[in-house]
């Protein structure tokens, strides 16, 4: 038995379809023959926020399919929010193909029920759901829709026409993913980027606005329930930059247009644009203004890198001016906030959140440079450099450096240094990777590297950016191997969690989160 979800992120009106695939294949162990019988029900729980909600369930057909849908008899479109919540308008489908004659479709009570006689089969789960995401108080379709030429029965039937064909493809993608993944950091290593595809992928909604330019939401599931969360974009971020950069592009538009609009006015980016599903302005209790101004600029730097170009960096050239300008006024030494690591509460002169700043400072003059803009590019490359030697200065604490400025034994993981590599800038020492490696080592717990010297969790994406810091695969794999013994042995029966303790390998808190995306950082390597 297969389930396919066809996320093949260079066919976004594929990535969108909101159709999988339930495929089965019956063999006989005793060489002898036997009567089989395939049964799958889908209840209408698909299709509710609360158990007590009513449902209704109807069937239909076109030429080439047959269809069971339920949802709610009250169709509250867009009307709720939040985290844990699950969506209640539109409808869930359970379709098979008309050419299946051996395959009946009915409903009994609330539930969709699939049968058939026979070996070998595929049945189809789907969802329409009327509208997706409100944005800035314009009610958006998802993208497969077409702005509403195509329907969710078309999109079935293209399904079933496509089915073969999908197959071949999803199959030849497995295979070339598992090849790289194995190539850049070994079994292991693949083990974990197949892990956290799907779940990545999937935590996002892909539409666009009223301009057609592409929008692509995150939600923060198991978290806050934020819609557009910069610091969720961030460490998901490697795994599009490695398929599809527009897709990337998808989930920083909503922050440029909230800036470009003049709805967002303050002088550095915001931390997300609303609660799913309704995108219409940060709902978050408190900014980022280093962390989420310095995400955005490398983030841009990243996609000119990935692209080839800095074009996409001069359409929102005076807001990420803006923002730099913050940086430099604001990212050697932080005040006393929020870090994307909110969760481990405020603290100042972050030693970590200073090295986003200084490769938000050098992004900004790497895309200068790209433009044209000699002078500008001079300006900001020389203070990221003047900045960068301060920082190694001020953060030295011997034998590694420091959680905070001025908090003498203290550590954490610089994962932020990764992009010092990536993008060429070269502006730190080796020798500040090689030392904060080595001392890494000697922190391991059972299940990987703690955060920092607070508290013995850790999070599974950033151990990643933090192992390919290293230039050597045995280093990597050291830090590696005790991730991949967590997913493996975790007790917590959840969607992936990325916050865990290393100790025991029991989920702390979050759960099916897309920022499991970066576990493929190694492969931008």
């Not at 009106?13 to 495929?23: A, E, G, I, K, T």
């Not at 604001?330 to 090295?355: K, M, R, V």
């Not at 703690?450 to 969790?457: E, G």
């Not at 967590?486 to 897309?514: C, H, I, L």
């Given at each position: 038995?297969?389930?396919?979800?066809?996320?093949?992120?260079?066919?976004?009106?594929?990535?969108?379809?909101?159709?999988?695939?339930?495929?089965?294949?019956?063999?006989?162990?005793?060489?002898?023959?036997?009567?089989?019988?395939?049964?799958?029900?889908?209840?209408?729980?698909?299709?509710?926020?609360?158990?007590?909600?009513?449902?209704?369930?109807?069937?239909?057909?076109?030429?080439?399919?047959?269809?069971?849908?339920?949802?709610?008899?009250?169709?509250?479109?867009?009307?709720?929010?939040?985290?844990?919540?699950?969506?209640?308008?539109?409808?869930?489908?359970?379709?098979?193909?008309?050419?299946?004659?051996?395959?009946?479709?009915?409903?009994?009570?609330?539930?969709?029920?699939?049968?058939?006689?026979?070996?070998?089969?595929?049945?189809?789960?789907?969802?329409?759901?009327?509208?997706?995401?409100?944005?800035?108080?314009?009610?958006?379709?998802?993208?497969?829709?077409?702005?509403?030429?195509?329907?969710?029965?078309?999109?079935?039937e293209s399904a079933v026409g496509d089915y073969e064909s999908i197959i071949k493809r999803c199959i030849k993608f497995d295979n070339e993913l598992w090849d790289e993944a194995s190539k850049a950091g070994g079994k292991n290593y693949a083990d974990l980027c197949i892990l956290a595809y799907r779940q990545s992928i999937a935590a996002h909604k892909l539409t666009k606005d009223q301009n057609g330019n592409i929008l692509f939401f995150s939600k923060e599931n198991f978290s806050n329930g934020s819609i557009g969360t910069v610091d969720v974009t961030y460490p998901s971020a490697p795994l599009f930059l490695r398929y599809n950069p527009e897709l990337l592009k998808g989930?920083?538009?909503?922050?440029?247009?909230?800036?470009?609009?003049?709805?967002?006015?303050?002088?550095?980016?915001?931390?997300?644009?609303?609660?799913?599903?309704?995108?219409?302005?940060?709902?978050?209790?408190?900014?980022?203004?280093?962390?989420?101004?310095?995400?955005?600029?490398?983030?841009?730097?990243?996609?000119?890198?990935?692209?080839?170009?800095?074009?996409?960096?001069?359409?929102?050239?005076?807001?990420?001016?803006?923002?730099?300008?913050?940086?430099?006024?604001?990212?050697?030494?932080?005040?006393?906030?929020?870090?994307?690591?909110?969760?481990?509460?405020?603290?100042?002169?972050?030693?970590?959140?200073?090295?986003?700043?200084?490769?938000?400072?050098?992004?900004?003059?790497?895309?200068?440079?790209?433009?044209?803009?000699?002078?500008?590019?001079?300006?900001?490359?020389?203070?990221?450099?003047?900045?960068?030697?301060?920082?190694?200065?001020?953060?030295?604490?011997?034998?590694?450096?420091?959680?905070?400025?001025?908090?003498?034994?203290?550590?954490?993981?610089?994962?932020?240094?990764?992009?010092?590599?990536?993008?060429?800038?070269?502006?730190?020492?080796?020798?500040?990777?090689?030392?904060?490696?080595?001392?890494?080592?000697?922190?391991?717990?059972?299940?990987?590297?703690?955060?920092?010297?607070?508290?013995?969790?850790?999070?599974?994406?950033?151990?990643?950016?933090?192992?390919?810091?290293?230039?050597?695969?045995?280093?990597?794999?050291?830090?590696?191997?005790?991730?991949?013994?967590?997913?493996?042995?975790?007790?917590?029966?959840?969607?992936?969690?990325?916050?865990?303790?290393?100790?025991?390998?029991?989920?702390?808190?979050?759960?099916?989160?897309?920022?499991?995306?970066?576990?493929?950082?190694?492969?931008?390597?």
């Amino acid at each position: 038995m297969n389930f396919v979800a066809p996320l093949l992120l260079n066919d976004l009106d594929l990535v969108s379809r909101p159709v999988d695939y339930v495929s089965y294949d019956v063999t006989s162990a005793d060489d002898k023959d036997h009567q089989v019988s395939v049964d799958f029900n889908m209840t209408s729980q698909w299709a509710k926020n609360e158990p007590n909600q009513k449902t209704e369930a109807t069937s239909g057909k076109t030429e080439k399919i047959q269809f069971l849908k339920t949802g709610t008899v009250d169709q509250q479109i867009l009307k709720h929010k939040g985290d844990n919540v699950r969506i209640d308008w539109g409808y869930a489908y359970l379709a098979s193909s008309l050419s299946e004659k051996a395959a009946t479709l009915s409903i009994d009570s609330t539930v969709l029920k699939y049968s058939k006689v026979g070996n070998s089969g595929f049945l189809m789960i789907g969802y329409d759901d009327i509208e997706s995401v409100q944005y800035f108080d314009n009610n958006l379709k998802a993208w497969w829709k077409k702005d509403g030429a195509v329907s969710i029965e078309q999109a079935l039937e293209s399904a079933v026409g496509d089915y073969e064909s999908i197959i071949k493809r999803c199959i030849k993608f497995d295979n070339e993913l598992w090849d790289e993944a194995s190539k850049a950091g070994g079994k292991n290593y693949a083990d974990l980027c197949i892990l956290a595809y799907r779940q990545s992928i999937a935590a996002h909604k892909l539409t666009k606005d009223q301009n057609g330019n592409i929008l692509f939401f995150s939600k923060e599931n198991f978290s806050n329930g934020s819609i557009g969360t910069v610091d969720v974009t961030y460490p998901s971020a490697p795994l599009f930059l490695r398929y599809n950069p527009e897709l990337l592009k998808g989930m920083l538009n909503p922050i440029f247009n909230y800036s470009e609009s003049g709805k967002w006015t303050k002088p550095f980016a915001a931390h997300d644009v609303g609660t799913y599903p309704l995108a219409n302005g940060q709902t978050y209790g408190e900014d980022m203004p280093v962390e989420e101004s310095g995400n955005m600029l490398i983030l841009t730097a990243a996609i000119a890198k990935a692209e080839g170009n800095a074009k996409y960096a001069e359409q929102h050239w005076t807001v990420l001016t803006t923002w730099a300008d913050y940086l430099l006024a604001n990212g050697l030494d932080p005040a006393n906030q929020l870090c994307t690591d909110d969760f481990a509460g405020h603290l100042a002169h972050n030693t970590n959140l200073s090295i986003k700043a200084i490769m938000g400072i050098a992004s900004y003059g790497k895309l200068a440079e790209q433009l044209g803009k000699n002078d500008v590019a001079k300006k900001y490359m020389d203070e990221a450099k003047r900045m960068s030697a301060e920082w190694v200065k001020m953060a030295d604490d011997g034998d590694h450096y420091k959680l905070t400025f001025d908090q003498k034994g203290t550590w954490s993981q610089k994962y932020n240094l990764v992009w010092d590599k990536l993008l060429g800038f070269n502006l730190f020492p080796d020798d500040v990777r090689k030392k904060e490696l080595a001392y890494y080592l000697t922190k391991q717990q059972k299940f990987g590297l703690p955060l920092d010297s607070r508290r013995t969790y850790t999070k599974s994406d950033w151990i990643i950016w933090t192992a390919t810091l290293a230039d050597d695969q045995e280093t990597f794999e050291k830090l590696i191997d005790p991730v991949h013994d967590y997913v493996t042995n975790t007790p917590s029966r959840v969607p992936m969690s990325d916050w865990y303790e290393t100790t025991d390998a029991k989920q702390v808190g979050f759960q099916a989160r897309s920022v499991v995306g970066g576990y493929f950082i190694r492969m931008l390597k």
